[in-house]
């Protein structure tokens, strides 16, 4: 973003509904509530960057005693995935943020990309304790 | 677990064409669709906030399903007044619902994503059924090995 994009005006992107202030008014309403969205969704993703994070250092606390040192990867995974979610989550929402600020408009999300990586993240650990309640019935 | 939805109404969002050469057209990068593109291939944009609200939908999922592993790793990591063979059998059944709900929570995120592009009536949340009765299974078999 550069300064240039910044200086467009916040509203309706068509000029003849800017000038109608009614239409402006309702449209800017609007627009604050998107904002309102966009950070919700955006807290949304940090908070589950954060329990992912928390669930992957917790595992080691259980898994150590069984597997030694290899328990330290599940952690080290979660915290990979965890800061990746949490770094493309805050790109999206400065990009959707500065688009329904300052252009007026509504974006469209990127992708499934996220939601993907963030369900295979969480499976991957639930499969962890799974084979964690496998070796307490084995041993 | 069926859905039916019309298919008429939900056309892709673009159709592949072949040039006069015979060959097939390559997509610019504002026709390319994104990922995955069952959802993202058909219908139109909806309205951001709708996509935005199913997407915070999904990661409450989420931090529900990481919820439920917790919960059935310390039945078995915490030293519990619980009935050994109970608490195990709770703890199975947790962690069976948590490593099933990311699943289902993805799966749904995107047939409603899905339904949204079409203007369709949105898919019931079959996950809800499953996640409840292990969570009231799960309570019960800890309840039951609590008093016994």
Do not use: K
Not at chain 1, 90 to 95: D, F, I, L, Q
Not at chain 2, 73 to 92: C, G, K, N, Q, T
């Amino acid at each position: 973003m550069t300064g240039a994009d910044r200086a467009v005006p916040a509203g309706p992107a068509d000029p003849a509904r800017r000038a109608d202030p009614t239409v402006a008014d309702a449209d800017a309403r609007d627009l604050a509530f998107e904002g309102r969205a966009v950070e919700r969704t955006a807290l949304a993703w940090r908070r589950t960057a954060l329990a992912l994070t928390a669930g992957g250092i917790a595992s080691v606390q259980v898994l150590f005693p069984l597997v030694g040192t290899a328990a330290f990867l599940l952690p080290a995974a979660t915290v990979v995935v965890s800061l990746a979610l949490g770094v493309a989550a805050h790109r999206r929402w400065r990009e959707t943020h500065d688009a329904t600020t300052h252009a007026g408009q509504y974006v469209p999300l990127s992708s499934g990309l996220l939601p993907t990586l963030a369900a295979f993240a969480v499976t991957t650990l639930g499969l962890a304790a799974a084979v964690y309640l496998v070796a307490l019935l084995a041993g | 677990m069926t859905y039916e939805e019309p298919v008429s109404l939900c056309r892709t969002v673009r159709e592949t064409r072949v040039r006069q050469d015979g060959r097939m057209e390559q997509p610019t990068d504002e026709q390319r669709v994104r990922f995955p593109r069952w959802v993202y291939g058909v219908g139109t944009e909806p309205d951001a906030r709708f996509s935005l609200a199913n997407e915070r939908t999904f990661l409450a999922w989420v931090r529900t399903a990481l919820g439920l592993i917790a919960a059935g790793v310390a039945l078995e990591a915490l030293d519990l007044p619980i009935r050994a063979e109970l608490s195990l059998a709770a703890a199975v059944v947790l962690v069976t619902c948590g490593v099933l709900a990311p699943v289902g929570a993805w799966i749904g995120w995107a047939r409603t994503e899905r339904a949204l592009r079409c203007r369709l009536p949105l898919p019931a949340p079959h996950a809800f059924s499953l996640v409840g009765l292990g969570v009231l299974a799960a309570g019960v078999l800890v309840l039951v090995g609590l008093l016994t």
